[in-house]
Each structure stands twice: as C-alpha cells, then as structure tokens.
C-alpha cells in the first residue's frame, strides 16, 4: 500500500533534550516536505526536499534541521527542543512537479514541557 | 506575500443539505488550488486539484471551482452526508516555486 509512515505519532518530551521524528515513504517520491499545525494558524512549512541530498527552509526553520540522505526518508531533528515546538506534524512526499498531488502521513503529535 | 483565507471557520449543517465551503487567495497569479480534507487522527487527504488553466473539477458529489481574477474558489458538496464531518484545507501553488500555501481551514459537521 502506497503509504508516507510517521513515528512516533505521539510524544511528550521536555526542554532540550534531542528528538527525532522518523517519515519514510514508499512511492519513490522525489519531493518531501514537513509542516507543522497550529490553531489558527494551518499548516506552515518547516523544511523540504526535492531530491536526495538537497534541502530547503520552508517558512519557520528555526530549532529545526532535516536530512534526505536516501530518496525514501527525511527525518525531522529537533536539537534543542522548546516548549513553542509544540504542535501536530504532518510529513508529506509527491512527485514533482507543481501539478502532482501530495500524500500525507498521520501526523505527530509533539508536546515539549 | 501569498495569504489564503477561508470562512467561516466552522460550518454546521443537517444532513442532506447542499453546501458551499469558500477559500479566498491574495495573489493571483498562482499554478494550482488544492482542496484537502483533514479527520481526526489523521493525516490530510488531497480531495481536488484545479490547475491554473481550470475552472473546475468534480469528483462525485464535490465540485470546486476556481476563479483566479477574483482569488476565490469554493467546494461545493451536494446531499451532504455525517461521513462527510471533517475539517476541509484549501492550498495554493505560487507561479514561482512549488510550494503550498494553507487556509486555517473550515470545520464541517453534518447532523444527522
């Protein structure tokens, strides 16, 4: 089944300590992008990638890094987590090209304290 | 800078009525419009993708249009169904790069 695989889906954690945020796709998908959720807000991008080896800041990097060693993953790394890290976090793969859908994970659920 | 809004935020209807879910965009000149739907729990799941050139796209009882000049687009869903409770995301696609840029969102409840 051709699915984009998130772990973990819920974590509390607290302030500082290193987190990883695991995002695996399986349809050969060239492009791969996070985003966060807050209310109010919708999704905002953190990082994406268009290919192996070539990353990009989305609109709210900061306290964020990303690494696309292998075409099918593209973890997201949390350094030196804070509390304003809190939200729900979606992984997303499609093809590229502007008029390729995207697919999404089911999300994770961060809270830092 | 590309801002996309959609009203209301929360849209409570009983079942079988039609509706109409409205997304609104700054900047004109965009590639695409996408409608998603987000359910608890889970991730998003793309619903309709109109490209610059469109003025519509149906799938089953969805129908959503896109009117550039005026930065609007609206979903219409016909004979509304509970299963269709959710909450629904529009996105745009700028000209120049092909990122998407998100409404906040409008959360449908149908009552049956």
């Known amino acids: 089944e051709a699915q984009v695989t998130q772990n973990p889906r819920y974590l509390i954690t607290v302030t500082g300590k290193k987190l990883t945020v695991t995002c695996s796709q399986n349809?050969?998908?060239?492009?791969m992008s996070w985003y966060r959720q807050d209310p109010g807000l919708g999704l905002r991008q953190i990082y994406y990638?268009?290919?192996?080896?070539?990353?990009d800041k989305g609109d709210v990097p900061e306290g964020y890094k990303v690494s696309r060693k292998e075409k099918r993953n593209f973890p997201l790394i949390l350094e030196s987590p804070s509390p304003n890290q809190t939200s729900l976090y979606f992984c997303?793969?499609?093809?590229?090209?502007?008029?390729?859908?995207?697919?999404f994970g089911d999300g994770t659920r961060l809270s830092i304290l | 800078k590309q801002e996309v809004t959609q009203i209301p935020a929360a849209l409570s209807v009983p079942e079988g009525e039609n509706l109409v879910l409205n997304c609104s965009f700054t900047?004109?000149?965009?590639?695409?419009l996408q409608w998603f739907r987000q359910d608890p729990g889970k991730g998003l799941t793309s619903l309709l993708l109109?490209?610059?050139s469109q003025r519509e796209q149906t799938s089953g009882r969805l129908n959503a249009s896109l009117d550039k000049s005026s930065g609007r687009s609206t979903l219409y869903i016909a004979a509304s169904q509970p299963g269709d409770s959710a909450t629904y995301l529009c996105?745009?696609?700028?000209?120049?790069?092909?990122?998407?840029?998100w409404g906040a969102g409008t959360k449908l409840i149908i009552k049956p």
């Open positions: 997303a793969s499609r093809k590229n090209g502007g008029n390729q859908p995207q697919h």
């Open positions: 349809m050969n998908h060239e492009y």
């Open positions: 990638s268009m290919n192996v080896e070539v990353t």
């Open positions: 900047d004109s000149a965009i590639y695409n």
């Open positions: 109109i490209q610059s």
């Open positions: 996105a745009v696609i700028g000209d120049s790069n092909y990122q998407l840029i």
